[in-house]
C-alpha cells in the first residue's frame, strides 16, 4: 500500500510540474499549447546531460534550461510576431518531437542515473507518511513547494499580482506602465522551465532510457488539469494525484491479472480527462475563471 | 522599437508571396541544420526536393503520399476558417478507417461497387462519430474542441491496436497483429494509364480530389453556409448580429472535418495496405493540419500544399536511404515551416514600421 501511493505521487510529477508551469504561462495571458513538446525537450536534455556528466542533478539543470530555450522559439513567435498562438503552441509540438528524436536517437539503449531519494531527519521516520511525503527525491520536494510558492506567489506578492492584471485585462496594465510583453516573455519562459523539469523528470526517476516521444501525451493532460483545476494550483494537485492514480490502476489491474485488455486500461488516462473537461465545463457553466485575456494579442502600441 | 498598425485591407501581395517567403527561409535554415550535422548540403536538398521528381513512378508516387493529406486538409480547411481547432484528425482517420475495413472483412461477400461505395459512407461516419464527440462537448458544454479531439487521438490508437490484436486479427499472421487481407472488392485498383501501364502506386482514389476539391470551393466561396463559417471564423460578433447559429456551425465543420479524414483513411488503407493494421497512419492527420495552413485555407492552395508536402516527405525518405540522414528531420521542417507561415499572416494583417524611441 506505502509504495502504491509512493507510485502514484512519482507518476503524477511530471503533470504536475508542467502544469504548474502552465498555469503561470496562462494566468499571464498566453495560452502555449506546446508543453509535450517542450517536456520532451526537458526530458531528452537531462538524459542526454546524465549520460555525459552522470549526475542526474545536472540533469535537472539541462532539462530546466532545454524548456526555457525551446519556450523563447514560442515567445518570439506569439508574443513579439503576435502569431496564433494554438497553431504556434502546435507546431511547437511538432517541431520538438522531431528535433527530440534526433538528437535522442544515439540515447536509445542506455540507462541513465536517477535521482536520489533524500529523506529528511526526524519526519521521514513517522511511520506510514515519512515514507510517503519525506523520502523522496528532490523534484518532489520542488514541486510541492512549488504549489504553495505559486498559491501565495498570486495572493500575496506585487510580481504575482501583476502577472494577474497583464493575463486578465492588458489594456489596463499597459496603461498603469507595465510592459505586458515582458511579462508574458518571462511568464512564457517559466512555464517552460517548468515543463523542462516535468519532462526531465521522466527520464530521472520514471523510465530511465528514451524512446521517441516518451512523454505519450502526459503535456496535453497538463493543459487540461490547468483548465480542470480552474487555475488554481491546489487543485492542479488533486489533479495530478488523480492522474497519477488512474496510470497505476494499469499496473495494478495487469499485476492482479484482471481480464480486461491493456489497450482500454492505458485510454484510461485520456478518457478521463476527456470526461474531467466536461465535467468541469458542467459545473462551471456560467463561472470561467479562465484569464479574460487568454489567447489575445497585445499590440502594444496605443 | 516594432510598431504594429492594422490594415484596413489585408495584403494580398503578402498572402501569395508569405507561403513562398516561408518556404525559401525554411529550406535556408534547413540547410544549416543540414551543415552543422555535417551532411553534404546540397546532395541533401537535391535528395528531399528534387529525387522526387527524377522518375515518372516516383512523381506518381508523390501523389499517392499527397492524397490523404489533401482529404484531410481539405476537410481541415471547414474547421480552421471558422476558427474551431480540430488537431484530432488523426484518430478520425483511424477510426473512419477501422470501421470501414472492420466492415469489408464482415461482410466480404457483397458486390465490388457496393462494398467500396458503403465502405466510403461508413469511413465518413466513423470518422464523424469520432469528431461528434468534441463537437458535442463543444456546443452544449463549451469543452476545449483542442484537448478533446487530440485526447481522442490516443484513444483511437490504441482502440485499432485492440481490435487487429483481438477481435479481427487473421488467424493464419504467425501472431502478427494484422487483419485478414481485404476481399477483392474492397480494393482500390491501380490505374492502368494507356500506352504507359502502371505508374508507381498511382490509384484510382486520387482521382476523388478532382471532384472535392471545386466542390469545397464552390461551398466555401460561393454558397450561405460557407459565407457563415468564414463569418463565425473572422469575427464572432459579427456573426451574432447576423443571427448565425454558432453552434449549428460549429457542430457541422466539425462533423465535415472528421467524416473526410475517415475517407481518407479508407483510401489509404484500401488502395496501399489492403488490410487493418496497428499503424494506417503515419501522422497524417497532424501533418495535413500544416497543410491546410501552407494551403492558406483554400482548397486549390491545399492540393498544391499537399504535394509540396508530400514530395519533401518522399524525399526523407530517399535522403534516409542514400544519405542516411533520420526521416524526423521533416517534422524539425514542418514545424519551422508552421512558424514562418504564421509570421507571414502578421505581416498580412499589420503593417510593421520601426519607431525610434523618444
Sequence with gaps: ?302 | MIEFTPRKIQSSFWAILSPIISIAITIFIGSLIFKMLSYPVMESLYQVFVSPFSRPDRIADIFVKACPLIIIGLGLIFCFKANIWNIGAEGQFIFGTLCAGSFALLFPETKTYTLLFSMFIIGFIGGAIWSSIPAILKVRLNVNEILVSLMLVYVAMLFIDFIVRGPLRDPMSFGFPLSKVYPDGAIISKVDFPFIGFLGQFHYGIFIILILCPLIGFFINKTLPGFQIKILGSSIRASEFAGFNKNKITFYVLLVSGGLSGVAGVIEVSANMGRLQPEVSFGYGFTAIIVAFLGRLNPYGVVIAGIIIATAKLGADNAQMVLGIPKVVTGIFEGMLLFFLLAGETIQKYKISIRKEN
Design chain 1, 1 to 302: 500500500m506505502e509504495n502504491l501511493l509512493i507510485t502514484i505521487l512519482l507518476t503524477s510529477i511530471p503533470i504536475l510540474l508542467a502544469g504548474l508551469g502552465e498555469l503561470v504561462t496562462e494566468k499571464s495571458g498566453v495560452l502555449n499549447l506546446g508543453v509535450e513538446g517542450m517536456m520532451l525537450c526537458g526530458a531528452v536534455a537531462a538524459l542526454g546531460s546524465v549520460l555525459i556528466f552522470g549526475n542526474p542533478y545536472i540533469g535537472i539543470l539541462f532539462g530546466a534550461v532545454a524548456g526555457i530555450l525551446i519556450s523563447t522559439v514560442f515567445s518570439f513567435f506569439t508574443i513579439t510576431l503576435m502569431t496564433n498562438q494554438v497553431a504556434t503552441g502546435l507546431g511547437l509540438t511538432i517541431f520538438a518531437t522531431a528535433l527530440t528524436g534526433l538528437i535522442g536517437e544515439p540515447f536509445v539503449g542506455k540507462t541513465a542515473a536517477s535521482l536520489p531519494k533524500l529523506e529528511i531527519i526526524f519526519l521521514s521516520d513517522i511511520p506510514y507518511l515519512g515514507k510517503i511525503l519525506f523520502s523522496n527525491d528532490i523534484l518532489v520536494y520542488f514541486a510541492i513547494f512549488l504549489i504553495f510558492f505559486i498559491h501565495f506567489g498570486f495572493q500575496n506578492t506585487k510580481i504575482g499580482i501583476i502577472i494577474r492584471a497583464v493575463g486578465d485585462n492588458h489594456d489596463s496594465a499597459h496603461s498603469i506602465g507595465y510592459s505586458v510583453k515582458l511579462v508574458r516573455w518571462i511568464s512564457t519562459s517559466f512555464g517552460g522551465m517548468c515543463a523542462g523539469m516535468g519532462g526531465a523528470y521522466i527520464p530521472l526517476a520514471l523510465t530511465p532510457h528514451w524512446s521517441e516521444g516518451m512523454t505519450a501525451g502526459k503535456g496535453w493532460i497538463a493543459l487540461a488539469l490547468v483548465v480542470f483545476a480552474s487555475w488554481m494550483p491546489i487543485r492542479l494537485l488533486i489533479g495530478a494525484l488523480i492522474f497519477g492514480g488512474i496510470t497505476i490502476l494499469q499496473f495494478v489491474a495487469q499485476a492482479r491479472g484482471w481480464d480486461v485488455p491493456s489497450q482500454f486500461l492505458n485510454m484510461l488516462p485520456y478518457l478521463t480527462t476527456i470526461l474531467a473537461l466536461a465535467l468541469i465545463s458542467f459545473k462551471l457553466r456560467n463561472n470561467n475563471y479562465a484569464p479574460a485575456c487568454l489567447g489575445k494579442h497585445f499590440l502594444g502600441n496605443k
